[in-house]
C-alpha cells in the first residue's frame, strides 16, 4: 500500500484528495499545516507527497526546498496542486525538484491518474532490485557519530580507502549527488580533471568495498541503492531530537543526549564540519531544554552538569551562561560568580 502526505490549508479540497485516494487503496496522511506536514516527515518517509502551492506560513516552495534538503526525502516524488494564476510558482517548483503538478479544479480520475504516473515513473528511475539484494536481508547498520563503523549482513565493513568511508557517507547524508558536487566536498583543491579521475576511482573502491550495486546512477546523479534498509544513528538522533524537543520530554532527551558523538571523527572535509556544527547545535538545544526541566524539579546539580556541557559546545552563548548562573546561584555555589563573568573554571 502507497503512503501519501497530502497537504493542503484548504479542509474541503483536502478532505476530497484523501478521499479519492483511500478509495483507491492509498494510505493518507493529511495535514491542514505545512509545518506540521514537515515535522511528520522527519520521521515517516512517504512514498509520495502532494501539496497545495499557496499557504500561511510556509508555502508549498519552501516547503519543497525543506524537503529537497533532507537526504531520506530527496527522492520523494513530489505533486503539486496549483490554480493557473500561479504559473509562474509552477516554473520555480519544477526547478527546484517537483515532479508534476495538478491544476485546479481537478477530477478525482485526474488526481489518481497524476498519482500512480509519479509512483511508476520513480519505481522505472530507482530500477530493479538487483538480485543480490533480493538474495539477502537488506540492512546496514551505520554509525557516523564517534568512529566510523557500517556493519553489512552482518559483518563490519573493511574499507579500501578513507575516501570510500567518506563517499558512502556523503551520499547517506545527501540522497543523491553529481560528481561535480562529490568532488568540490571531497577534493575542493583539486582542478576539474583530477577531482572526476579521484571520484571514479573512489567510486570503485566502494562498490568493491561493498558490493557493485551500492551505488544507482540516473541522470548523471549518484545515490546509495534505494532498496536497502539503512539503520542509521544520525537520522536517528535527528528524529528522536525533534520529537524530543517539541514534547519537552526529559526521559528522551536524557536518552538522546547519550547517543551524541561528534560527526565522522578525524575526518576533516569542511562538509564533514558543517555537518558535526549542525549536530552540536541539536545537542546544545537538547542539553538546554533538559537542564531547564531538570531545574524546574529540582534537581540542580544535575541541571549544572548538563549546562556546562553546553557551554563548552558554545562558549559564547550568553543564554546558556546565564542559565547556569542563576542554577548555580541557587545551590549557593561561589563559581556563580565566574558564570556571571564567564569564565569556565573547568579549563585548567
Not at 520555480?92 to 477530477?107: T, V
Not at 546509495?224 to 514534547?247: C, E, G, K, P
Not at 531544554?289 to 557551554?311: H, I, Y
Amino acid at each position: 500500500m502507497a503512503r501519501v502526505v497530502a497537504i493542503d490549508d484548504d479542509a474541503s479540497i483536502l478532505r476530497l484528495v484523501q478521499l479519492v485516494l483511500e478509495r483507491e487503496g492509498y494510505a493518507v496522511k493529511p495535514f491542514l499545516s505545512p509545518l506540521e506536514a514537515l515535522e511528520h516527515l522527519k520521521i515517516e518517509v512517504p512514498d509520495v507527497i502532494v501539496c497545495d502551492m499557496r499557504m500561511p506560513g510556509l508555502s508549498g516552495l519552501e516547503l519543497l526546498t525543506e524537503i529537497r534538503k533532507t537526504p531520506e526525502l530527496a527522492r520523494v516524488p513530489f505533486l503539486f496542486l496549483s490554480s493557473y494564476a500561479e504559473k509562474a510558482d509552477i516554473r520555480a517548483g519544477m526547478m527546484f525538484g517537483a515532479d508534476d503538478y495538478l491544476g485546479k479544479p481537478f477530477s478525482p480520475k485526474e488526481l489518481v491518474a497524476a498519482i500512480k504516473v509519479r509512483l511508476e515513473r520513480h519505481k522505472e528511475l530507482r530500477g530493479p532490485v538487483p538480485t543480490e539484494l533480493a538474495a539477502v536481508k537488506q540492512g546496514l547498520q551505520v554509525r557516523a557519530m564517534g568512529a566510523p563503523q557500517v556493519v553489512w549482513q552482518g559483518s563490519p565493513v573493511v574499507w579500501t580507502s578513507r575516501k570510500a568511508t567518506e563517499l558512502f557517507f556523503y551520499l547517506l547524508e545527501k540522497g543523491a549527488a553529481s560528481s561535480w558536487e562529490v568532488a568540490e566536498a571531497l577534493w575542493p583543491d583539486k582542478d576539474e580533471e583530477r577531482a572526476s579521475s579521484l571520484f571514479h576511482t573512489t567510486l570503485h573502491r566502494l562498490r568493491k568495498s561493498l558490493f557493485s550495486e551500492v551505488v544507482d546512477s540516473a541522470n548523471r546523479r549518484y545515490s546509495l541503492q534505494y532498496s536497502l534498509d539503512v539503520q542509521y544513528d544520525v537520522r536517528d538522533f535527528r528524529a528522536r531530537s525533534s520529537t524530543a524537543l517539541q514534547n519537552r520530554d526529559l526521559n528522551l532527551l536524557e536518552q538522546n543526549i547519550q547517543l551524541f558523538g561528534p560527526f565522522l571523527n578525524d575526518y576533516d572535509s569542511d562538509w564533514c564540519s558543517e555537518l558535526s556544527s549542525a549536530l552540536c547545535h541539536i545537542q546544545v538545544n537538547q542539553l538546554e531544554c533538559a537542564a531547564s526541566l531538570m531545574q524546574a524539579q529540582g534537581r540542580l546539580r544535575e541541571s549544572q552538569n548538563l549546562l556546562e556541557k553546553a557551554v563548552q559546545f558554545d562558549p559564547l552563548a550568553d543564554p546558556l551562561w546565564r542559565l547556569l548562573e542563576g542554577v548555580l546561584m541557587q545551590l549557593g555555589d561561589p563559581r556563580a560568580q565566574a558564570a556571571a563573568r564567564r569564565q569556565p573554571w573547568w579549563v585548567n
